[in-house]
């Protein structure tokens, strides 16, 4: 067991790692750098640099160096120091700037992944019980309309009928009041008065799928002979689908959890984007539109590592969940 | 278990499953019927993609009318819209639009229209449905910012969301199919070695590799290369999902039975994969690929809202939510947001064509 | 209802809906289940025996419905209750299920959760119905493990199905069963899936604990052996209906309906002869879609009168035994006064002496290496086959016996060339010379494969369902030296081979989903013939199929090999169906051979104490009152992964001596030249199959 | 009409030459106040000591400010939002330099400085600080302020490789010296004509930024070991990035985010702001304006800002009425009906705000294009002046932007001293036919369906690129112009570029026509960017020529030789002469007409919530003259009843 955490993480760290190259280098391919960007942002309000001034930030912010050397100081840095580099679009340093804000990317995901499962599961279950029934048509049919309405004009509608029809206060998680309030019961009441729409466009598309998938497993397992075996055992059929198929159909969604949650995690940007939300997701797409190397990479590998995670802990999950896996796991045979 | 003809062969007994199945079955109609509307959007369309009429920025939809008097009073039969009085307000920023029951553009079938070339081939001027005068304009959809009509420019991007879709699929799935069989047909480290790419790729969030690639197009690319490029960024992260079902489908279906006999029978690899593999999966692939499609077009549009899709005059579903894609769109010319059905409609269909597909798959399965 | 029946079930029919038609499942069975005694319901697959055993349980499913008759049935409290009339989920229908009735199933290891330990399934069964603590219920189903003959039952409360051997997962099963002391037990199918030792294990145990808790079982099996072994009275169905039903002694001795007695001749078995050649049952039992008119078993009824037989339906015609049919008024045949059945009907005539050598395998391993570990560097060595060696004559059948696990099919399919060995050398006469067929490039391999042919044993998954017949068995004639390239010259082969297996070569344009399971197997062995191969491998070719298929199958095996002087290697788990079939017979253990002999030898006197415990549990079926019980084999096979020091049948033997612990034994020729691996091979006197069936072949 | 526009310049000149004195004057009326109000958030300070009175606190000549309504009530919280990095928007607050814009643009008046004087001969500036003006810490700012700056920030190699060119004349540094205690001068050996405008924009902040006392500690020359310590303590080790990250000069945002650092601003921060969700800046109790009522200014106790980079959530706030003043970028045309739309509900009201530029977007030619037929044709005035008339700029207005504007041409706007209207209206009328004859004077020769082609034979087509993410009007935009110019036979292709792309397209020397800003056209603004008015900005040829005197680059023709030696004149000179200079440079461009224009930008407006009182109208947007920030902030109030 220990040697299967220990041999997970370091597979972990391997692939952050080599994330991290390749994530450097996709974001250093489009043309220009972090200083052409501002040179350009300036120009369009009818800022002009002088050519010594564009020199300077170049050498300031460390663009003279090679790709290589870039990342090497970086990758370095964080390793020796644990320092991850500086924003050059807000002036300070990484860390700051992701601490708080991948806290809410967290918290939002997971939200978003429990109000897929509250929705889905029993949604699922249903559907593959009651199979055909109108209930399974209409779950079915409700379910793909999220699917097919893309996430960014869901956001936006929900976004105006927030503030136009209920005058709810626009962007953010938190009310004005709280947003540099210590954390408080208030606080977390507030935070979820205002999730309710992130977590509604983020969860649809996964939903559907969700149930899609709950019930196609389920499907299969209903008609295995445990669930025979059981209903022989005199068990009502509620107690029976749930003690019996719906923990095992849940094994395979179990082990797409990880897809689910790098979904969400990617889902995340556009839905914080047109809501306004301080999550990790639009200081991504700013950084890497501007090339704030340092924050971009750090983002990359902050997120990419949660999803890491959250392969790990699909597995955990799915180790707690089938004592074969646990096994297996025992016995030193899984990757 | 007895099977009504017994010459039926495989596909034969797919598609009778298939018919079975509700709706996978009007998926199917109405996936035909929007790749139809994208091979003929030219005629389809009332008007081209890019006329635009000053007078009617923002002209809301019309209502199709069907009688009208003629000189002595009668009700005659004639299809028609009502035209506008328009009136800038600068105050209100806005244009006013009050319909002119004098102003009737009678609408008729197969009638004169803008021209264009039918599949580059023919040049044409007719359209299916339209106003009768050519100079007379018609917004079933209404208008957008610069008078064109939505309608039109709804039906002429169905063919690049259409196909960017299914071009995008095609790509994904020769790479899918060629990495995920290489890595399920000689396992080993080979196969480890994907399995690991696959991986970090998976786990890579999308947006910074879309953003990234995106880029990287270059910018003096011609609209037709750009698209092809999108497809292929698009494909770039879709490759992997596909390849893993392959991988999976041959690694399950390398120690079947019948495999191992055509090993057996003296047949060589690239024969036993072609042969025998490939068809035992075939069914199951265009399902999945039928279920990528709607991610490939909803994945367009979000590249589009990132601003790092296909770009004007190209016009594709996801080029016209992001044009609507504004506040003031909702708040004063929602009628932008029409094309977004028909994203809705092409998901749809498109997925519900995968789901009867996919249970149509196995035809042993009861 | 008589007092000393617990259930009666009265004239029931079932139907099913699928995909809008009606599919009449049961029609007007009617049986009595006495207290305290086993009734066995008997038939081919598809013949309504699960179906039966369901309704009575009212666990059917929401798509079926009883359409007419009774199930009778005294609750504890005395009420009489009629189930057929009850909903499925009705309280008092739940509270009898799985408390006074209680089933088990065929295959444990589906049948289970593999997500909860046995004790939770097992205490689950008792807290369903009674309201007792979860420790009070945790201390009886120990006490039920134990009774059930589970070792070690407070460790085993908490494993999972999958850590137990099949045995041990069949008695949680059955101890699950008897947590609420169940009045009746349904066993469907409970020891098809087992070992036949385990079966005989099995078996014993549901004897004991009949005695033991007084109930009444209902035994549904397909396998006349095991009903002989363990039926007071037999119940044999055939397409939903009761053709025959009596007590077990009269249903063997005096069989009335031709279905049962066809049944029972189909059954190979050894017979001190093993020449035989099987009495098949033609055709298949049809689809429930096409229920023939008048008497179902007409269609294949060697006696069907067709002016009487098609056109109306039997009565029941009561007597030693009840049957459903028209004989006894039509007349009976004379061979069905005799007392016994007649199981052979025509001699094997062998072709000429067996001198040459067709097949050498020397010193044949072959071990899988699995990696665990940290950093993989751990390895796992999966011993499948330790140094085989044998061979085999030209025209001769070698039969390859062997619990599952034991190395079999993998040494088969080595020899096959599906796995390269990983040790020793297999050579094969080709042209009169023998040559080395393992470790060939892919090319010569190729080459070889001709000569060498596999017949899968899953008539299913064995063939391609994209390729039509005429595709499937002409593929081998596309490659190889000996490809034929003229298409006319292709298509003669195979419509020739495709007749030779009995298939219509009209019909080799159609898919394989087209053909019964026992026409898919002909397929298969056309496919094997397809190149004239000298060899064929046969990889428990028959155990898919019903016990009238099976015969039809080993028939056209023994008429092949006798036209065309094909070389078997037979590979089964069943004695029954390699006495049938071999010359010679090879035991298998834990990837070594431990005797190799001919057939006759080996039935009648095993060297090998393995080979003695396998015969000891073969059942036939025949019924023998008083049969002497031989103590079954207990424990199970060693790990391949780990297999113990010296004889790995040691643990389990009766005679092992302390050497046996230490050495392995290897295969060598006794006293008697005969070739056994043991070490005590010269000290033992072993018993084979002595019983003599009092229906004397004729 | 050449005579009369030089009768304008020359009106003009007189006015900007007695501007020196005009400030003095507005200094003296200060002194009418014996004392002075404050707000009542300070009083509790001041009455336990922490702070001193405000008499102590204002300046002895504090600037009057005029109020754009009236007298003004204290408090409240004026709510704006940002969009996060790159804090041009810091200019609301920041924009406090020595000398500054008036509110309308058309001159330059007293801030930090109340006064001062200029030489004839241009080379030396005098600016007089006034006595007893204090830091935001209370230390008084004095001219060796100025000098610390000029000394160890601006031509701190250190720091920066050299200082900005304003302060650079013919590779002079300039002398800056400390006359007295509130008397600081800047001095060149040559003119410096453009000093004051160059003060009163943007880059002009710098100079009154940097507190010697504060700031001393920062620099490695003046404390070597207290630096290493500082740099070690944040663990940098290059002294640029962390002056930089930690202190910051102009364009970092660095330079606002520490509380301690002294400020002459209206409003300062309480602790760090960069990166956070939402901040709040405090009031400067030693702020240095007055009103006529001597009340301390400014009357706004709070200024806060929320964060909302995408435009859209920027909109939804400034629609819900959070926000007192909608950000220029979502202040356009376009969203005006969803502003009016949302108006009651939001409680605000449009105030319009004039843009300073000079047209909405120009044509610019690269008469040097690699590809010399090409360039041989843009050389060609014709051909600019068919294409202008090709253009139905009325219909572009009507369609493009709501029928705001008029047809323009690049030229300086109607109220600017240098307004001619042959400039601004010549070659705009729509005209087809005129159009074509004009092109067929340069490229006759056309296919079957009517395009013009070159020598060859090859369609003759131009390439505009567009980015979209700046100005995606501008996309709408060119679709119309590419349908008027391929209707007179002159094929058009429009590329659509990004943000991203378009970067790799500056500055290559194949790019074909441009289409960019023409800003700087309001007041005196064209003054400093007549570079703006020439060819393509990336066309250096002719410049390269005239740069280096003829070793490099293209000879230009004599007319635009001679414009660029007017460029180069007209910051060296200065008052009447300057005029006389612009006013040659615009006539031959005027003549010469390098660039074509579309419309004059009209129909900009701000939405500014009902409470917030003050705002002059109309407002004015712009760079150099960094609009809206010279509205006076510090006079605005919000009402009583909601604050």
């Known amino acids: 067991m220990l040697s299967f955490l220990v041999r997970r993480l370091s597979l972990m760290m391997i692939t952050v790692f080599v994330i991290t190259v390749v994530s450097f280098f996709i974001i250093i391919l489009p043309p220009g750098d972090f200083v052409d960007r501002i040179v350009l942002e300036a120009n369009q309000y009818g800022e002009v640099f002088e050519e010594h001034e564009i020199a300077d930030l170049r050498r300031m912010y460390g663009l003279d160096q090679s790709a290589f050397e870039q990342y090497l100081i970086w990758m370095g840095n964080i390793l020796f120091r644990g320092d991850f580099g500086y924003s050059f679009g807000w002036d300070v340093p990484v860390s700051e700037l992701i601490s708080q804000r991948l806290g809410l990317t967290t918290t939002l995901s997971i939200v978003t992944l429990m109000f897929i499962w509250i929705v889905a599961i029993p949604i699922g279950i249903y559907s593959a019980v009651r199979k055909y029934s109108l209930g399974d048509y209409a779950a079915t049919f409700v379910g793909f309309v999220g699917l097919a309405v893309p996430n960014f004009l869901l956001a936006l509608v929900l976004l105006y009928i927030s503030f136009r029809y209920f005058g709810q206060s626009v962007g953010g998680l938190f009310s004005p009041e709280y947003i540099n309030a210590p954390w408080s019961f208030d606080k977390f009441l507030d935070l979820l008065s205002h999730l309710w729409i992130p977590t509604i466009v983020l969860g649809t598309a996964g939903t559907a799928e969700v149930i899609r998938k709950i019930r196609a497993n389920l499907l299969d397992e209903l008609h295995r002979p445990y669930v025979l075996t059981a209903r022989a055992k005199g068990l009502t059929e509620l107690n029976l689908v749930i003690k019996y198929p719906v923990r095992h159909s849940l094994n395979p969604f179990v082990s797409d959890l990880n897809d689910l949650f790098v979904k969400i995690i990617s889902g995340e940007t556009i839905v914080a984007v047109v809501l306004g939300l301080q999550t990790t997701g639009p200081l991504l797409l700013q950084a890497l539109k501007e090339e704030d190397l340092y924050l971009a990479s750090s983002l990359i590998m902050f997120l990419s590592f949660l999803a890491v995670l959250g392969t790990l802990f699909s597995d955990l999950c799915l180790m707690l969940l089938d004592p074969r896996i646990r096994r297996q796991a025992r016995e030193g045979e899984m990757m | 278990m007895s099977f009504s003809a017994e010459n039926a062969s495989y596909g034969t007994l797919i598609w009778r499953r298939f018919r079975r199945h509700r709706l996978g079955f009007l998926g199917f109609l109405f996936t035909i019927f929007i790749y139809l509307v994208a091979a003929f959007t030219e005629f389809l369309a009332p008007h081209s993609q890019s006329t635009y009429k000053a007078r009617d920025v923002y002209a809301p939809p019309q209502s199709l009318r069907f009688f009208v008097q003629d000189r002595s009073g009668q009700e005659i039969f004639q299809l028609h819209v009502l035209g506008y009085r328009s009136k800038v307000d600068y105050d209100s920023g806005k244009r006013t639009f009050v319909e002119d029951p004098r102003k009737i553009i009678p609408l008729g079938f197969w009638v004169r229209g803008d021209k264009y070339d039918l599949w580059g081939l023919v040049e044409f001027d007719r359209h299916l449905f339209g106003p009768i005068k050519k100079s007379d304009r018609v917004y079933f959809f209404g208008a957008d910012r610069l008078g064109r009509d939505v309608l039109s420019r709804t039906i002429h991007a169905t063919r690049v969301s259409m196909t960017i879709g299914l071009v995008g699929v095609a790509l994904s799935l020769i790479l899918g199919i060629m990495i995920g069989g290489i890595s399920g047909f000689f396992g080993g480290f080979i196969d480890l070695g994907i399995q690991r790419m696959i991986e970090i790729l998976q786990s890579i969030p999308s947006i910074p590799l879309w953003i990234g690639l995106a880029a990287a197009i270059p910018p003096t690319a011609p609209p037709i290369q750009t698209y092809f490029l999108i497809t292929i960024i698009l494909s770039i992260i879709g490759w992997t999902g596909l390849a893993r079902v392959v991988r999976g489908r041959f690694m399950a279906l390398k120690d079947e039975d019948f495999i191992k006999a055509a090993r057996l029978d003296g047949n060589r690899p690239m024969r036993i994969i072609f042969k025998y593999m490939l068809p035992n999966f075939l069914s199951h692939i265009i399902a999945v690929v039928t279920l990528a499609i709607p991610g490939m077009i909803i994945a367009e549009t979000s590249l589009s809202f990132l601003g790092i899709g296909l770009r004007q005059p190209v016009v594709s579903w996801g080029v016209l939510l992001q044009e609507a894609q504004n506040l003031k769109s909702i708040s004063t010319a929602p009628w932008l947001f029409l094309p977004g059905f028909a994203v809705v409609l092409a998901v749809l269909s498109l997925n519900f064509l995968g789901d009867g597909l996919r249970d149509a798959g196995d035809p042993y399965e009861t | 209802m008589r007092p000393d029946l617990l259930m009666s079930v009265q004239g029931l029919s079932v139907s099913f809906w699928e995909e809008k038609r009606r599919l009449q499942a049961l029609k007007e069975v009617s049986f009595d289940i006495p207290k305290s005694k086993t009734v066995c319901l008997v038939g081919e697959s598809g013949c309504g025996k699960s179906v039966t055993a369901r309704t009575l349980l009212g666990i059917t499913g929401a798509n079926s419905k009883i359409d007419q008759g009774t199930i009778h049935y005294t609750d504890p409290s005395g009420t009489l209750l009629d189930i057929a009339g009850l909903k499925p989920d009705s309280r008092v229908l739940r509270r009898l299920r799985g408390n006074d009735a209680t089933m088990i199933f065929q295959e444990p290891m589906t049948a289970l959760s593999s997500f909860y330990t046995i004790g939770n399934q097992i205490v689950e069964a008792l807290r369903q119905h009674e309201r007792v603590t979860k420790n009070q219920a945790r201390a009886r189903a120990i006490e039920v493990l134990e009774a059930v003959g589970m070792p070690d039952p407070q460790t085993q409360m908490e494993s999972y199905t999958f850590e137990l051997s099949g045995g041990q997962r069949q008695r949680a099963m059955i101890a699950m069963a008897l947590m609420t002391h169940p009045r009746l037990l349904i066993a469907d199918e409970p020891t098809t899936a087992l070992d036949v030792t385990t079966q005989a294990v099995i078996l014993d145990l549901m004897r004991t604990i009949q005695k033991k808790f007084e109930m009444s079982i209902l035994f549904i099996t397909h396998d006349l052996g095991v009903v002989s072994e363990i039926a007071d009275e037999v119940v044999v169905m055939y397409l939903g209906e009761v053709v025959e039903s009596g007590p077990v002694e009269q249903i063997f001795s005096n069989p009335r309906h031709p279905y049962t007695r066809a049944l029972i001749s189909a059954a190979p078995h050894y017979a001190g002869n093993q020449e035989t050649r099987l009495p098949v049952i033609p055709g298949i039992v049809p689809s429930l879609f096409e229920r023939p008119t008048g008497c179902a078993f007409s269609t294949r009824c060697q006696h069907t009168k067709s002016e009487l037989c098609n056109k109306d339906r039997p009565p029941i015609n009561l007597g030693s035994t009840n049957v459903r049919c028209f004989l006894e008024r039509a007349g009976v045949p004379e061979e069905f006064k005799k007392k016994g059945v007649t199981t052979v009907s025509d001699k094997r005539k062998k072709t000429e002496s067996l001198a040459n050598v067709a097949l050498q395998v020397e010193s044949v391993s072959r071990q899988f290496v699995k990696r665990t570990g940290l950093i993989r560097r751990k390895e796992k060595t999966i011993r499948a086959v330790t140094e085989v060696s044998l061979e085999i004559k030209e025209g001769e059948t070698l039969g390859l016996v062997g619990e599952s696990g034991c190395g079999k099919t993998t040494l088969g399919q080595t020899i096959a060339g599906l796995i390269d060995p990983s040790d020793g050398k297999i050579r094969l006469a080709i042209g009169g010379q023998m040559r080395e067929i393992s470790n060939l490039s892919e090319q010569e391999r190729r080459n070889a494969w001709q000569h060498i042919r596999f017949v899968f044993q899953d008539p299913f998954a064995s063939l391609n369902p994209r390729m039509t017949v005429f595709e499937i068995v002409s593929e081998s004639l596309r490659n190889g030296p000996s490809r034929i390239e003229d298409r006319r010259l292709q298509q003669e082969r195979v419509y020739e081979v495709l007749e030779r297996v009995g298939l219509d070569p009209a019909q080799s344009d159609r898919y394989p989903h087209a053909f019964s399971g026992g026409q898919r197997q002909r397929i298969g062995i056309a496919r094997a013939l397809a190149p004239k191969p000298k060899i064929v491998i046969a990889d428990e070719p028959v155990s898919a199929l019903d016990v009238s298929v099976q015969a039809q199958i080993l028939n056209l095996f023994q008429d092949l090999q006798r036209d065309l002087g094909l070389t078997y290697l037979f590979v089964s788990h069943d004695l029954n169906v390699v006495s049938n079939i071999s010359d010679r017979v090879a035991v298998m253990y834990a990837g070594r051979i431990v005797e190799i002999a001919p057939t006759a030898e080996i039935y009648s006197s095993p060297r090998h104490p393995y080979t003695a415990a396998l015969l000891s549990a073969v059942l036939t079926p025949e019924y023998t009152p008083n049969k002497s019980r031989i103590e079954p084999l207990q424990g199970h096979p060693p790990n391949p992964a780990n297999l113990p020091p010296g004889c790995s049948f040691a643990s389990r033997c009766a005679f092992a001596s302390s050497n046996c612990h230490q050495n392995s034994p290897t295969l060598e020729f006794d006293d008697e030249g005969r070739l056994v691996a043991c070490h005590r091979k010269n000290e033992l006197t072993l018993s084979g199959i002595t019983r003599v069936s009092g229906n004397e072949v004729a | ?643």
């Not at chain 4, 004392?35 to 102590?56: I, T, W």
Request: proline share 6%.
């Open chain 4, 1 to 643: 009409m050449k005579k009369s526009l030089f009768n304008k310049f020359f009106r003009f000149s007189i006015i900007t030459g007695v501007l020196g004195f005009t400030a003095l004057s507005n200094s003296a009326q200060a002194q009418s106040c014996s004392s002075y109000n404050e707000a009542p958030m300070l009083a509790s300070a001041v009455a336990s000591g922490a702070l001193p009175a405000v008499g102590d606190r204002v300046p002895e000549e504090p600037l009057v400010v005029e109020v754009a309504e009236q007298i003004g009530v204290y408090g409240g919280t004026m709510v704006d939002t940002t969009g996060g990095n790159r804090l041009a928007e810091f200019r609301h607050f920041g924009y406090e330099p020595l000398v500054r814009w008036s509110v309308d643009g058309s001159e330059i008046v007293p801030n930090v400085a109340k006064s001062w004087q200029i030489s004839d001969d241009a080379t030396t500036y005098t600016f007089q600080l006034r006595k007893g003006m204090k830091w935001s810490d209370g230390e008084e700012f004095t001219a060796d302020d100025i000098v610390f700056w000029w000394t160890y920030v601006e031509s701190n190699k250190d720091i920066q490789s050299k200082p900005r060119g304003y302060m650079v004349v013919k590779g002079e540094q300039a002398t800056v010296k400390a006359v007295d205690k509130h008397t600081v001068q800047f001095s060149w050996s040559n003119p410096n004509g453009l000093l004051l405008e160059n003060l009163a924009s943007p880059y002009g902040v710098r100079v009154v930024q940097f507190a010697e006392h504060y700031h001393r500690q920062f620099i490695k020359g003046l404390n070597p070991d207290g630096v290493a310590k500082l740099m070690a303590a944040d663990g940098s080790t290059d002294y640029t990035q962390w002056w930089n990250a930690t202190v910051g000069s102009y364009g970092k945002q660095s330079e606002y985010n520490n509380p301690a650092r002294p400020s002459v601003h209206g409003w300062i921060p309480k602790e760090p702001f960069l990166g956070k969700e939402q901040f709040k800046f405090e009031r400067n109790p030693y702020y240095f304006k007055v009103d006529k009522a001597c009340n301390q200014l400014p009357y706004i106790d709070y200024r806060q800002w929320v964060l909302a980079a995408d435009t859209e959530i920027q909109l939804a706030k400034s629609l819900t009425g959070e926000v007192d003043i909608s950000r220029v970028n979502i202040s356009t045309p376009a969203n005006r009906s969803v502003f009016f739309e949302n108006m009651k509900q939001g409680d605000y009201r449009f105030v319009a705000a004039d843009s300073a530029d000079m047209n909405v977007a120009n044509f610019q030619f690269p008469e040097n294009h690699p590809d010399t037929f090409r360039a041989s044709v843009y050389r060609d005035k014709n051909f600019r002046v068919g294409l202008s008339h090709a253009i139905d700029r009325e219909e572009l207005i009507d369609v493009v932007f709501l029928g705001q504007g008029e047809p323009y041409q690049v030229a300086p706007r109607p109220r600017s001293p240098f307004y001619s209207e042959k400039m601004a209206k010549q070659y705009t009328e729509y005209d087809p036919e005129l159009a074509s004859e004009y092109l067929d004077k340069v490229l006759s020769k056309k296919d079957s369906d009517g395009f013009r082609l070159r020598p060859n034979g090859d369609r003759f087509v131009v390439v505009i690129a567009v980015n979209k993410d700046f100005k995606s009007d501008w996309v709408d935009m060119m679709e119309l112009i590419k349908g008027y110019w391929e209707a007179v036979g002159v094929e058009t292709v429009i590329e659509v570029l990004s943000d991203a792309t378009s970067i790799s397209r500056r500055g290559a020397a194949d790019n074909d026509i441009g289409l960019w800003l023409s800003e700087n056209g309001a007041g005196r603004l064209p003054l400093l960017a007549p570079n703006d008015l020439l060819g393509a900005d990336n066309d250096l040829d002719w410049k390269k020529y005239h740069v280096t005197g003829g070793k490099e680059g293209v000879e230009p023709p004599a007319n635009v030789k001679r414009m660029l030696e007017l460029i180069d004149q007209i910051p060296l000179v200065a008052g009447a002469k300057q005029d006389a200079v612009m006013g040659e440079f615009l006539e031959l461009v005027t003549d010469n007409f390098p660039r074509i224009g579309i419309a004059l930008p009209a129909g900009n407006y701000r939405a500014v919530s009902n409470r917030l009182r003050n705002v002059p109208e109309p407002l004015m947007e712009g760079w150099m003259y960094p609009g809206i920030s010279p509205a006076n902030f510090s006079t605005f109030y919000i009402t009583k009843d909601k604050q």
